[in-house]
């Protein structure tokens, strides 16, 4: 039973352009969400949050977004830059536990 | 402050055969999150440990176990290993009890099990 899930397992992206990912959760408890990003060979990062009282974070390029009746949010990266180059996991929190999706793969391009 | 390290890096090991991950959170973290990581799946929740006590479990099976140590430091156990045990096993420290985690957690490189 996938709670979280990021139905795009890569995406690709030109420099300079917005780059967005989704994610999709089905448990209706979750209250906190969060995105890391992932380098190979080093452990995930956080990245930016969002509590389920707002539905929009901003911190610099990005800028998560919380759609609570159609339970999905997403990543905006603005402009995206060669090091975004990464494995982008959402996570939700809930129950004391801490629920990652599958991870999307972005690629930007020069 | 030094970030959260796991030992070893790589491992191989062979079919039926147990294994010890080990894990120092950052200072003064107490609580320590164990998960895997395999392609496709994402991070797969294992458990999780503050002040020594599990506090919470993923859907695993009892082959895999843990502790931690007056000093935060914590171990994990995979006992008759399963070629489906080839995975990256990820360590992540925090700060606060993580009821409804408000903080974000901290990830260690990771350890590279291999099982022939």
């Known amino acids: 039973d996938q709670q979280v899930k990021q139905n795009s397992p890569s995406l690709s992206v030109q420099e300079g352009r917005i780059s967005i990912l989704n994610c999709d959760y089905t448990?209706?408890?979750?209250?906190?969400f969060l995105w890391y990003k992932k380098y190979p060979a080093e452990g995930p990062t956080f990245l930016i949050s969002?509590?389920?009282?707002?539905d929009k974070n901003e911190d610099g390029r990005f800028t998560v977004f919380l759609n609570k009746s159609a339970k999905h949010l997403s990543l905006h990266i603005v402009p995206s830059q060669p090091g975004d180059s990464a494995v982008y996991f959402c996570?939700?929190?809930?129950?004391?536990?801490?629920?990652f999706g599958q991870g999307t793969r972005l690629t930007i391009n020069p | 402050k030094a970030g959260v390290t796991q030992t070893p890096r790589y491992l191989i090991k062979t079919r039926g055969q147990q294994v010890t991950l080990s894990c120092s959170p950052i200072?003064?973290?107490?609580?320590v999150s164990w998960y895997q990581q395999t392609p496709g799946q994402g991070l797969q929740f294992l458990f999780e440990y503050f002040s020594e006590t599990q506090r919470n479990k993923g859907n695993f099976p009892g082959r895999f176990s843990g502790r931690q140590f007056s000093n935060s430091r914590s171990e994990m156990n995979v006992s008759t290993l399963e070629l489906g045990d080839s995975a990256l096993y990820l360590c992540?420290?925090?700060?606060?009890?993580?009821?409804?985690?408000?903080?974000?957690?901290?990830f260690g490189p990771g350890t590279r099990l291999t099982v022939t």
């Open positions: 448990n209706s408890m979750f209250d906190y």
């Open positions: 996570a939700a929190s809930g129950a004391q536990k801490l629920v």
């Open positions: 200072s003064g973290h107490r609580s």
């Open positions: 992540a420290s925090s700060f606060y009890r993580t009821s409804g985690v408000r903080h974000e957690q901290y």
């Open positions: 969002i509590s389920s009282i707002k």
